[in-house]
């Protein structure tokens, strides 16, 4: 191969590298490019079809925003939402975390198999639990209250952290935990400080997914919730700003915007680390 086809060789897999980079980047940023544009479109340049809609054919407005934050308890939806989802994860961690380690550790043929049991309690359709999670609800007096969303959320994010930080600390060797405990730790005195840093990476990821899960859970919180002041965002939104076959779209991406937007830079912040939660890279 001749210098000048080696080098156009090179600007071609250059130009190819850099189209697939643009095409990903194009695909993922869209969604908010969309919801940018929605949310401070006029609602007569949204309904024009004439019109282009990937640009301001008229100039910006505030007015999506203000039925946003004027009209509905937006602002309290989205403390809700904080509220019930760091409960949330911090009940999930509590049980998922050792959970996933007992497995991990747990010798013979039952400890997959109890894996996969627990994970396919995940895979159960909210619509065939909410019924006696009802039951549960009214039996315990908290129809109506934040703490019904608490107590019923884990039902399903702790299943899938534990089956997720089961794989993790199966990959952790022994042999760590067991240097750890000649050195004169205790077997939870080494998974403190042997085994938990190592696994950061596992136990963001299932933070992470955990907090999601819950950021876009409908059916619970439309069953168990009927005072407009307890809702999260992902019913609050649709409930309000959605009126027979009236859409307030302008409202509803500013909504989705602002909701979507911190959970977007937390996957930026902790890419790295996200991503070695699932291949396990933080294992050296």
């Known amino acids: 191969m001749t210098r000048r086809s080696f080098k156009l060789v090179r600007i071609a897999r250059a130009g190819g590298h850099a189209s697939i980079l643009v095409f990903f980047i194009t695909f993922l940023a869209f969604p908010f490019y969309w919801m940018l544009m929605t949310t401070f479109k006029t609602t007569i340049d949204l309904h024009d079809v004439s019109k282009n809609p990937f640009l301001f054919n008229e100039p910006p407005t505030l007015e999506h925003l203000v039925v946003l ?15 019930v989802g760091i ?29 996969i049991a627990i994970f396919l309690t995940y895979l159960v359709p909210p619509t065939i ?30 299943p899938f952290c534990t089956w997720l930080l089961m794989g993790f600390f199966k990959a952790i060797p022994r042999d760590l935990e067991d240097a750890a405990m000649i050195d004169g730790l205790s077997r939870f005195g080494a998974f403190v400080k042997v085994v938990m840093p190592i ?68 996957y930026d912040l902790f890419v790295d680390r996200f991503v070695a939660g699932f291949t396990v890279g933080a294992v050296k």
């Open 199 to 266: 696994s950061l990476a596992g136990v963001l990821t299932a933070v992470i997914f955990a907090f999601t899960l819950v950021t876009q859970e409908f059916v619970y919180g439309v069953t168990f919730i009927t005072s407009a002041s307890s809702y999260t965002v992902s019913v609050g939104v649709p409930t309000f700003l959605v009126r027979g076959d009236v859409y307030f779209w302008g409202s509803m991406m500013g909504a989705c915007l602002i909701a979507s937007v911190p959970i977007a830079v937390i």
């Open 87 to 115: 409960a949330v994860v911090l009940i999930t961690l509590v049980l998922a975390v050792p959970a996933g380690y007992a497995l991990a550790r747990m010798a013979g043929p039952w400890a997959q198999t109890l894996g």
């Open 69 to 83: 934050f004027q009209d509905t308890q937006y602002l309290q939806w989205l403390i809700n939402t904080g509220v």
């Open 129 to 158: 639990l909410f019924i006696p999670f009802a039951r549960i609800i009214a039996t315990l007096g908290l129809q109506d209250s934040l703490w019904s969303l608490v107590l019923v959320y884990p039902s399903f994010t702790v």
